[in-house]
C-alpha cells in the first residue's frame, strides 16, 4: 500500500497525531473489528508517523468484559503498542456505564497517569509531552442510574491543570461526548451536554487558550467552533452501521498544530481526504482578503465566502433562492439549497447590531457557517439541523440585494 502524506508542524515547535475513536469491537472475528483493521491501516501508512494516538473511548463493546479488553489491546492494537505509539484513551458510556467498570477500565488502561482529581485516578488525567498538554476528561454513561459523569466540579480541576500548565504552547483537552450539538443530532443529553454546562465548561477552554476539544460518540466526524475554539468529534474507527448512508464514512482525522495554528485532514478508509481545515483560518486574518464591493462570487469560485452584512431589515439572495441570508424573527439566518437534499439552514445570534459578518467555508462540514461581529471578534458555527453542510454547494452566479441592506464581500480559495 502506498503511503500517505500526513500533515506535518510548519516550525519546530509543533506536533501532529491522531483522533479517532468507537470502534466498539474487542470481539474476535466480530463485523466492528473487520471495520476498525480498514481505519487502523490507514493510520499505519501515514508518514511520517503520528506522535501519538487520541482515542476518546468506545474501544470496546462491553467495558465490563475483561476478555474484549485483553483482545483490543493484544490483538487489535498491537501494532500501536509494537511501534511504541503512545495511545491515550478515554473513560466513555460503552467503558463505564456502570461503576463496576471503573476497577476494569484503570486495570486495563495501565499508562493512565494516576494525576486525575481525587476519586477520578486513573480516569481523568493529563500528559505533559514537551511544550503540548493533553487533558482528558472522565465522562462515563450519563444515566440516572449512574450520576458520576462530568460534574462542574471537574472544570474547577481542569482550570487548575491548565493553570499551572500555562507555559505550554499547545493544549488539546479530551473528552467522550461533545459539549455542542453535531452534525444535525438533538441536544438530548445522551448526545452532548446539557445546555446548562455548556457556558461554565467552554469559559475555562477559552480563558486557557485550548487549542480545540477533541470528542466523539456521535458516529461521525463534524467541527463546530464556539468562540474561536473548534470542537472536533471524529468517531469513524468502526461503529459503521449507524453512519447515516452518503454522509458520514469511516474515518481517521490526523492533526497538525505549530505557532500559526492548527490544520485537520480526514481520511476514509481508501487513504482520501474528504475534509479539512485550517484554524484560526485565514491565515494572516482576513483583512488581508480582497475586498469586492458586489456580493458576486467569482466564476468557477471553490473556497471560503466572507460576507459584511449591513441590514435594517434587507436581506441578500440568488435569483433562483440557492442561497439567502438575513434577518428572521430577529436573528441572523442563512440558508442554502443542495441538490439532491433540499434547503439547509443556519441560525445565528439576535441581531441587535448594526453589521455582522458571516463565514461560508463548504470544506468545514455542517459547522462550517460561522459568524462574529466584527474583525476583532472570535469565530462560532452558527445552529443548524444539517448534516451536509456546504458540501456539494455551488456558488451562484450572483447574489441579489433586497430591501434596506449593505454588504461587502472577501473570497479566499481553498
Same mark, same amino acid.
Given at each position: 500500500m502506498e503511503d500517505i502524506v500526513a500533515l506535518t508542524p510548519r516550525d519546530e515547535s509543533g506536533h501532529q497525531f491522531v483522533l479517532y475513536s468507537d470502534s466498539t469491537s474487542g470481539e474476535p472475528g466480530c463485523p466492528h473489528e473487520a471495520r476498525r483493521r480498514r481505519v487502523t491501516e490507514v493510520i499505519r501508512r501515514l508518514r511520517p508517523r503520528p506522535e501519538f494516538l487520541a482515542f476518546p473511548g468506545?474501544?470496546?463493546?462491553?467495558?465490563?468484559?475483561?476478555?474484549?479488553?485483553?483482545h483490543w489491546l493484544d490483538v487489535e492494537m498491537r501494532w500501536a503498542r509494537d511501534a511504541g505509539l503512545p495511545l491515550y484513551q478515554a473513560t466513555s458510556n460503552h467503558h463505564c456505564y456502570s461503576a463496576e467498570c471503573e476497577p476494569v477500565f484503570r486495570r486495563h488502561n495501565p499508562q493512565i497517569p494516576p494525576n486525575g482529581p481525587e476519586d477520578q485516578r486513573g480516569l481523568a488525567y493529563y500528559v505533559r509531552r514537551g511544550n503540548l498538554l493533553y487533558v482528558c476528561l472522565h465522562q462515563p454513561e450519563r444515566s440516572d442510574e449512574y450520576e458520576s459523569a462530568f460534574r462542574f466540579?471537574?472544570?474547577?480541576?481542569?482550570?487548575?491543570?491548565?493553570?499551572?500548565? &500555562?507555559?505550554?504552547?499547545?493544549?488539546?483537552?479530551?473528552?467522550?461526548?461533545? =459539549?455542542?450539538? =453535531?452534525?444535525?443530532?438533538?441536544? &438530548?443529553?445522551? +448526545?452532548?451536554?446539557?445546555?446548562?454546562e455548556r457556558e461554565r465548561f467552554w469559559d475555562a477552554l477559552v480563558r486557557r487558550g485550548v487549542d480545540a476539544y477533541l470528542c466523539s460518540h456521535v458516529i461521525a466526524f463534524d467541527?463546530?467552533?464556539?468562540?474561536?475554539?473548534?470542537?472536533?468529534?471524529?468517531?469513524?474507527?468502526?461503529?459503521?452501521?449507524?453512519?447515516?448512508?452518503g454522509v458520514e464514512y469511516l474515518h481517521v482525522t490526523q492533526l497538525a498544530v505549530d505557532r500559526a495554528g492548527s490544520r485537520y485532514q480526514v481520511l476514509d478508509v481508501h487513504g482520501n481526504v474528504r475534509e479539512r481545515l485550517e484554524w484560526p483560518f485565514p491565515a494572516g486574518g482576513a483583512k488581508d482578503w480582497p475586498v469586492v464591493d458586489a456580493v458576486r462570487p467569482p466564476r468557477g469560485f471553490d473556497g471560503i465566502l466572507l460576507l459584511q452584512i449591513r441590514t435594517g431589515? /434587507? +436581506?441578500?439572495?440568488?435569483? /433562483?433562492?440557492?442561497? +439567502?441570508a438575513g434577518?428572521?424573527? /430577529?436573528?441572523?439566518a442563512v440558508e442554502?439549497?443542495?441538490?439532491?437534499? #433540499?434547503?439547509?439552514?443556519?441560525? /445565528?445570534?439576535?441581531?441587535?447590531?448594526?453589521? =455582522?459578518?458571516?463565514?461560508?467555508?463548504?470544506?468545514?462540514?455542517? #459547522?462550517?457557517?460561522?459568524?462574529? +461581529?466584527?474583525?476583532?471578534?472570535?469565530?462560532?458555527?452558527?445552529?443548524?439541523?444539517s448534516a451536509r453542510g456546504l458540501s456539494g454547494f455551488r456558488w451562484p452566479a450572483e447574489i441579489e440585494r433586497h430591501g434596506e441592506v449593505e454588504a461587502r464581500s472577501r473570497f479566499r480559495a481553498l
Open positions: 468506545d474501544a470496546v463493546m462491553d467495558g465490563a468484559d475483561a476478555g474484549q479488553w485483553r466540579d471537574d472544570t474547577a480541576w481542569l482550570e487548575r491543570v491548565l493553570a499551572e500548565h &500555562a507555559d505550554a504552547e499547545y493544549k488539546f483537552v479530551a473528552g467522550h461526548y461533545p =459539549v455542542f450539538p =453535531v452534525n444535525g443530532y438533538s441536544e &438530548a443529553p445522551q +448526545w452532548c451536554f446539557k445546555p446548562d467541527v463546530q467552533v464556539r468562540k474561536g475554539i473548534p470542537q472536533v468529534t471524529s468517531a469513524g474507527a468502526g461503529t459503521s452501521p449507524h453512519m447515516p448512508e431589515g /434587507g +436581506w441578500l439572495s440568488s435569483p /433562483g433562492r440557492e442561497f +439567502w434577518p428572521s424573527a /430577529g436573528r441572523l442554502v439549497d443542495l441538490p439532491g437534499c #433540499g434547503t439547509q439552514r443556519w441560525t /445565528g445570534p439576535v441581531l441587535d447590531r448594526a453589521a =455582522v459578518q458571516v463565514a461560508l467555508h463548504p470544506a468545514m462540514g455542517p #459547522g462550517g457557517v460561522l459568524w462574529r +461581529w466584527t474583525d476583532e471578534d472570535s469565530w462560532s458555527s452558527m445552529e443548524s439541523a
